[in-house]
């Protein structure tokens, strides 16, 4: 039943190929890690329900291939998505540079200007770091984005970069309120006030 659901968003994960991309999404809507995790070809999709403040919001998460060959999937793949997750791999400084590129591309394309974006360093589990945490954090404070680290195989990150998430788009009505017509639900009132924090997660927008 879809009744009791606030409303459905649509987060895209985004990032050059073999960062952790699906290893995040599979880690995320089903708990799970496999080493051997092929590369994305052309779009997965998956769904996950998620409660946020005692409300049940149905993600509908799209991830794409990192290759140039798939970029004529790009502005379909982008309309009315309400969240964006950039992915970078700590231990590659050449993904981390990329950011630029996917950040630019997400602005192009984006058909919603106050699309919620964080920036994720995966694989903190790896010894072979090459992009310090206080380089994410300057990253994404200079963009005006969420931020946190984490590790698909640990799960050290995942569930909080996703809550955070969707929590910054539900305080954003004007991106979903479209989507949720019938329903009661009122953002920012006494009952729902807004949120930031930092734990393990840093909130810079």
Same mark, same amino acid.
């Given at each position: ?17 073999? $960062? ?32 946020? &403040?005692?409300?049940? $919001? ?30 970078? +791999? ?34 903190? +589990?790896? &010894? ?8 994410? $954090? ?68």
């Amino acid at each position: 039943m879809d009744d009791d659901i606030l409303t459905t968003l649509k987060i895209l994960i985004i990032g050059e190929s073999g $960062v952790g991309k699906s290893s995040l999404l599979l880690r995320f809507t089903e708990d799970n890690f496999d080493p051997e995790q092929t590369l994305t070809i052309g779009v997965d999709f998956k769904t996950k329900r998620l409660s946020i &403040d005692g409300n049940t $919001v149905k993600l509908a998460i799209w991830d794409t291939a990192g290759q140039e060959r798939f970029r004529t999937l790009t502005p379909s793949y982008y309309r009315d998505a309400q969240g964006a997750i950039l992915v970078y +791999d700590v231990s590659n400084y050449s993904t981390f540079t990329k950011l630029e590129t996917w950040l630019n591309e997400l602005e192009t394309y984006s058909t919603k200007s106050n699309i919620v974006k964080m920036v994720v360093g995966n694989k903190i +589990d790896m &010894d072979n770091r090459e992009v310090s945490r206080e380089e994410g $954090v300057h990253f994404a404070r200079r963009h005006q984005t969420l931020f946190i680290e984490a590790s698909a195989k640990t799960k050290d990150g995942v569930q909080g970069a996703f809550e955070e998430l969707v929590q910054k788009i539900i305080q954003t009505p004007d991106l979903w309120e479209s989507y949720a017509i019938g329903n009661n639900f009122q953002v920012g009132n006494k009952d729902h006030p807004a949120q930031q924090s930092c734990s393990g997660y840093c909130s810079l927008i």
